[in-house]
């Protein structure tokens, strides 16, 4: 069983930067894919970004490259989701992922999820 707690999120303006973190229990961390999705009110939930279990490979939603890294630190059991140059459009509550395959958290199918951290972008 894996645990995933989500921090980070909050209220800032255009233009700045935020960095989520995502604390995982459990004693699979450091091999399973982890992955950030966000949901929008009154959208779908959208995949943002992935990293494999070694933190070599690292995926992005089109709407976030350049702008947004994500990272882990296996040895605190934690992903992070640096997230720089916001817009308002990036305004949703953003949720950790984990599974044993990254194509598997890419896809939205994990496994595991977290609770959520509200992200709101101010004009």
């Known amino acids: 069983q894996v645990q995933l707690v989500e921090s980070g999120g909050g209220l800032v303006q255009a233009g700045g930067s935020l960095r989520l973190s995502c604390v995982a229990s459990g004693r699979t961390f450091s091999t399973s894919a982890m992955g950030w999705f966000r949901q929008a009110p009154g959208k779908e939930r959208e995949f943002v970004a992935a990293?494999?279990?070694?933190?070599?490979?690292?995926y992005y939603a089109d709407s976030v490259k350049g702008r947004f890294t994500v990272s882990r630190q296996n040895s605190k059991n934690t992903v992070y989701l640096q997230m720089n140059m916001l817009k308002p459009e990036d305004t949703a509550i953003y949720y950790c992922?984990?599974?044993?395959?990254?194509?598997?958290?890419?896809?939205?199918?994990?496994?595991?999820w977290g609770q959520g951290t509200q992200v709101t972008v101010s004009s």
């Open positions: 992922t984990a599974d044993t395959l990254t194509r598997t958290v890419q896809a939205g199918l994990g496994e595991y």
């Open positions: 990293i494999d279990w070694s933190g070599q490979s690292t």
